[in-house]
């Protein structure tokens, strides 16, 4: 990110999200971290199931509007789930992160959920980001489609494999089924691949570890229209570092 980023602001980026959830050491997030996220010019960090790994994130979750979780999560848990911001041109961006319940928890519904922050979210702005932590590539299109006319964009995350599929929908919504992982990329979705291995051979449970060496930033980049809300293009990125 320290590297990456301001090359990214540089080419005219005024809103970042980062989905954070695994920033600590490959899994869960810390306040420590997630500071050093925010510190580094991310404007607003997502999460996903791993959201509760570290204990510590509760409280901070509480204090911090900046670090959602998904909104799904039945009420009373800790923190929000959407929040409307401020890019760094002056506009107000809304931003949305909902959770799958394919192969995941079983959670509300992420798109009864949808339906009910846009009804607030829209009373300030047009430009709605949608952050989709889910499991199945289906569940994340059904989404999309979903919310296609109703928001900016349907980013998909938490496969940590970015996909090929992106695309403005006729409705002016921007989607992918997956943005992709930034870690290394000599790995199994971030893992040692050793260690993958390991599991995958003999079905025992071991203690994944983050692997070294190249590194790999993985995004989108979407051009929204704030006028009316809707996105005029959207194209992947990813940056190498050895």
Request: hydrophobic content about 40%.
């Given at each position: 990110?320290?590297?990456?980023?301001?090359?990214?602001?540089?080419?005219?980026?005024?809103?970042?999200?980062?989905?954070?959830?695994?920033?600590?050491?490959?899994?869960?997030?810390?306040?420590?971290?997630?500071?050093?996220?925010l510190d580094?010019?991310?404007?607003?960090?997502?999460?996903?199931?791993?959201?509760w790994?570290?204990?510590?994130i509760?409280?901070?979750?509480?204090?911090?509007?900046?670090l959602?979780?998904?909104?799904?999560?039945?009420p009373?848990?800790?923190g929000?789930?959407?929040?409307?911001?401020?890019?760094?041109?002056g506009?107000?961006?809304?931003?949305?992160?909902?959770?799958?319940?394919?192969?995941?928890?079983?959670?509300?519904?992420?798109?009864?959920?949808?339906?009910?922050h846009?009804?607030?979210?829209?009373?300030?702005?047009?430009?709605?980001?949608?952050?989709?932590h889910?499991?199945?590539?289906s569940e994340?299109?059904a989404?999309?489609?979903?919310?296609?006319?109703?928001?900016?964009?349907?980013?998909?995350?938490h496969?940590?494999?970015?996909?090929a599929?992106?695309?403005?929908?006729p409705?002016?919504?921007?989607?992918?089924?997956?943005?992709?992982?930034?870690?290394?990329?000599?790995s199994?979705?971030?893992?040692?691949k050793?260690?993958?291995?390991?599991?995958?051979l003999?079905?025992?449970?071991?203690?994944?570890?983050?692997?070294t060496?190249?590194?790999?930033?993985?995004?989108?980049?979407?051009?929204?229209?704030?006028?009316?809300g809707?996105?005029v293009?959207?194209?992947?990125?990813?940056?190498?570092?050895?």
């Amino acid at each position: 990110m320290a590297e990456f980023l301001p090359q990214l602001m540089n080419d005219e980026v005024d809103f970042v999200i980062a989905n954070g959830e695994n920033v600590s050491g490959g899994i869960g997030i810390t306040p420590q971290y997630a500071t050093m996220l925010l510190d580094q010019g991310v404007d607003v960090i997502t999460t996903g199931n791993h959201i509760w790994r570290k204990k510590e994130i509760i409280p901070f979750l509480e204090q911090e509007p900046r670090l959602l979780r998904p909104a799904n999560y039945p009420p009373g848990a800790p923190g929000r789930g959407s929040g409307i911001y401020t890019s760094s041109h002056g506009e107000k961006i809304g931003v949305l992160n909902l959770e799958g319940r394919i192969f995941m928890k079983s959670l509300e519904s992420p798109f009864k959920t949808a339906d009910e922050h846009l009804s607030f979210l829209r009373r300030e702005t047009k430009v709605i980001i949608v952050d989709f932590h889910a499991e199945a590539t289906s569940e994340k299109m059904a989404l999309g489609w979903f919310l296609d006319g109703e928001v900016s964009a349907v980013l998909g995350t938490h496969t940590h494999v970015q996909t090929a599929d992106e695309r403005v929908l006729p409705g002016g919504t921007a989607y992918i089924t997956d943005a992709g992982m930034t870690g290394p990329s000599d790995s199994v979705i971030g893992v040692k691949k050793d260690i993958a291995l390991e599991r995958f051979l003999t079905m025992l449970p071991n203690k994944f570890e983050p692997a070294t060496g190249k590194i790999e930033l993985q995004g989108v980049i979407v051009d929204v229209d704030e006028e009316t809300g809707h996105s005029v293009g959207i194209r992947r990125v990813k940056m190498g570092l050895d």
